[in-house]
């Protein structure tokens, strides 16, 4: 695995995002075989969104949970945040958002902004997890609340050399076949392999100040779903 640290690590992921974007959706509903958009319903339901709440979602992408969220909530006031502009921008072929470029790790947003912050397989593309949490602990609103969709790094089982010949054979080879790109699709394999556990998001997150933290597992252990509060002042 490329060991890249800092400015470098992002740079790359940019590089990276930038190449696939034109096939980022469908790698998404291939080597998730569509569960996906079933995940991010579910995170939806954990971020117990009221009308006319302010809603960050980082790490957008083409704006895929976005739109979920307008769909259902169409009263929030939601800005849909990446910091690689060319997912923006075919995002926005399939319509409009109110798109923010923004690093994960230093958010153009003040302090106290938004009711409810929500990531989809973010986190584990940022070089700095505890700066990405201090950046949305210092954004949300006192009793605001984080909700996290990303992999985790499950306990060995009985599956776990099935699990572990799709992460290194299938989705590289999906990668490979619709972008040409089986280097970068290895390191996205790697990146999801060597990702944290669930337990130990829990305690990060805690060490950056959030409450009440929870989360439900998906897919063997392989998909967590976090989420947790800030202290209401």
């Known amino acids: 695995m490329l060991n890249l640290t800092g400015r470098e690590h992002g740079v790359y992921v940019q590089k990276l995002f930038t ?11 291939l080597i998730t075989s569509g569960l996906d958009v079933q995940w991010r319903k579910e995170l939806i339901q954990y971020a117990h969104l009221k009308p ?10 083409t704006g895929s ?11 929030v006031k939601l800005v849909a945040a990446d910091f690689t ?7 926005n072929l399939n319509g409009r958002l109110p798109w923010a470029g923004a690093d994960a790790l230093n958010l153009p947003f003040e302090e106290n902004t938004f009711d409810v912050i929500v990531s989809g397989f973010l986190m584990r593309n940022v070089s700095d997890i505890q700066q990405a949490l201090k950046e949305q602990k210092r954004t949300l609103k006192p009793g605001g609340r984080i909700v996290i969709l990303d992999t985790s790094k499950p306990k060995p089982n009985l599956f776990s050399p099935i699990l572990r010949f799709y992460l290194q054979v299938i989705i590289p080879l999906i990668g490979s076949l619709l972008t040409g790109m089986k280097d970068t699709h290895k390191y996205l394999t790697e990146l999801t392999e060597d990702f944290i556990s669930d337990k130990e998001m829990v305690v990060r997150m805690a060490a950056v100040g ?3 933290i929870n989360f439900e597992t998906r897919m063997l252990g392989t998909i967590a779903i976090h989420w947790g509060e800030t202290k209401l002042e």
Do not use: C, W
């Open 19 to 29: 190449h696939i974007a034109h096939h980022y959706e469908l790698i998404n509903r």
């Open 85 to 91: 502009v060319k997912l923006m921008r075919i995002g």
């Open 52 to 61: 006319g709440a302010k809603i960050l979602d980082l790490g957008t992408g």
């Open 65 to 75: 949970l976005a739109r979920e969220i307008l769909q259902h909530y169409p009263d």
């Open 210 to 212: 959030f409450k009440k």
